[in-house]
């Protein structure tokens, strides 16, 4: 049973503009969701989190929406760079009681 | 420098034969775990740690044992190998079992089993 949904499985962006990659989560226990990012030949690091207490969070140029009645998160790449291309990770989980259960990856492709 | 360093990074092996990889951190944290990473099924954790001599299975456990006899290290052993477990292997760190610290992940390892 796949507890969180990441969509689409790869991306092309413009460079300039706009990414969004999207996730479900099926637990409404889960209270933590980090997006990590995860260059070739490196493991994943983590770029961005956010608690359902907010219903957005920005980080530079990277945001995430946060939608709990729909048991939805996005992250939104503004004005996208070649130098974002990665594959990126959703990740839900609940604070201290759970691992962290990832989504199955976006290949994000940002071309000139 | 922090980090989670894993051991080797590339790995040939034919199947049956006994292997470890190695896993170790510099970061005093308490919270170790093992993933395997493949193509269109993104990250599955294998087994974690929530400190010494504590282990316990995630979600794809079969054909793998690990130990955690001190607190920096957490090496995968696979007793048996086989070809369904050539793969991408990401060892990952965090200070505590609390998920919102973040985990520190290594540069991974790449196993191919024939």
């Known amino acids: 049973q796949q507890q969180v949904k990441q969509s689409p499985q790869s991306l092309i962006v413009q460079k300039g503009g706009i990414s969004i990659i999207n996730c479900a989560y099926e637990?409404?226990?889960?209270?933590?969701f980090p997006w990590y990012q995860q260059f070739p030949g490196k493991g994943p690091a983590l770029l961005i989190a956010i608690r359902p207490d907010v219903s957005e969070k920005k980080e530079g140029r990277f945001t995430i929406s946060f939608n709990k009645s729909a048991k939805q998160f996005s992250l939104h790449i503004m004005d996208s760079q070649p130098g974002d291309s990665a594959t990126y990770f959703c990740a839900a989980s609940l604070s201290g009681n759970t691992p962290l259960v990832f989504g199955k990856g976006t290949r994000l492709s940002v071309i000139a | 420098e922090a980090q989670v360093t894993q051991n080797p990074r590339y790995l040939i092996t034919v199947t049956g034969k006994k292997l470890t990889v190695t896993c170790s951190q510099n970061m005093n944290h308490e919270y170790m775990s093992w993933y395997r990473q493949d193509p269109g099924l993104g990250l599955r954790q294998i087994y974690y740690s929530m400190n010494v001599e504590v282990t316990d299975k995630g979600d794809v456990p079969e054909g793998y044992k690990v130990s955690r006899k001190e607190k920096r290290n957490f090496p995968l052993i696979l007793e048996s190998p086989s070809p369904n477990q050539t793969s991408l292997y990401f060892c990952a760190s965090s200070k505590n079992f609390d998920s919102g610290y973040g985990y520190t992940f290594g540069s991974g390892t790449r196993l191919t089993v024939v």
């Open positions: 637990n409404t226990a889960f209270d933590y």
